[in-house]
Antibody
Framework: EVKLVESGGGLVQPGRSLKLSCAASGFSFNDYWMGWVRQAPGKGLEWIGEINQDSSTINYTPSLKDKFTISRDNAQNTLYLQMSKLGSEDTAIYYC????????WGQGTLVTVSS | DIVLTQAPLSVSVTPGESASISCRSSKSLLSSKGITSLYWYLQKPGKSPQLLIYRMSNLASGVPDRFSGSGSETDFTLKISKVETEDVGVYYCAQFLEYPLTFGSGTKLEIK
């Protein structure tokens, strides 16, 4: 069974950084692109970016490219999202998903940016 | 960026009846390989999104055949035949043709 479990969310002050993790199991992690999608409270889905199998290609939505960094550790079957200079607009549920169809999603982790 | 416009914003359906949701793209989603990169997702209340349809008309694994997708290069339709109460939620279309990947704003399906 494919399973994706996000962690690392919580309350963070504006301007600070936070790193999210996504633990994958039930499939060969290093065979797949992986991605991040977020959803602000009561809003729609926003694609953040995705990373290929060996981390040689990473694509981001332009507005987040300078703030967010996607990485992965294939030995640990884990995907990461490093977020910096966080603002209130970054408050959202953050989902990891298996690309390229996003056929599998994690349960999401809530990040709240507030003083 | 490719903009996806969904209509209607919300739809209320009697169980057993059909529902259709439209998604219009600002650019053709037909690739040079002949693949139309339009996807449909359902997000049930309090849950993560789930894939319904991939490449415009292909049913994802485990999805009931009451769901179907169709369209052209820029205009797409998700049809739900014989709506059931479990179909409530927000439906999103998404394009995977080019970066940045983009989603429609969603259509909320409610049961009468």
């Amino acid at each position: 069974e494919v399973k994706l479990v996000e962690s690392g969310g919580g309350l963070v002050q504006p301007g600070r950084s936070l790193k999210l993790s996504c633990a994958a199991s039930g499939f060969s992690f290093n065979d797949y692109w992986m991605g991040w999608v977020r959803q602000a409270p009561g809003k729609g889905l926003e694609w953040i970016g995705e990373i290929n199998q060996d981390s040689s290609t990473i694509n981001y939505t332009p507005s987040l490219k300078d703030k967010f960094t996607i990485s992965r550790d294939n030995a640990q079957n884990t995907l990461y999202l490093q977020m910096s200079k966080l603002g209130s607009e970054d408050t959202a549920i953050y989902y990891c998903a298996r690309a390229l169809r996003f056929a599998y999603w994690g349960q999401g982790t809530l990040v709240t940016v507030s003083s | 960026d490719i903009v996806l416009t969904q209509a209607p914003l919300s739809v209320s359906v009697t169980p057993g009846e059909s529902a259709s949701i439209s998604c219009r793209s600002s650019k053709s989603l037909l690739s040079s390989k002949g693949i139309t990169s339009l996807y449909w997702y359902l997000q049930k209340p309090g849950k993560s999104p789930q894939l319904l349809i991939y490449r415009m008309s292909n049913l994802a694994s485990g999805v009931p055949d009451r769901f179907s997708g169709s369209g052209s290069e820029t205009d797409f339709t998700l049809k739900i035949s014989k709506v059931e109460t479990e179909d409530v939620g927000v439906y999103y279309c998404a394009q995977f043709l080019e970066y940045p990947l983009t989603f429609g704003s969603g259509t909320k399906l409610e049961i009468k």
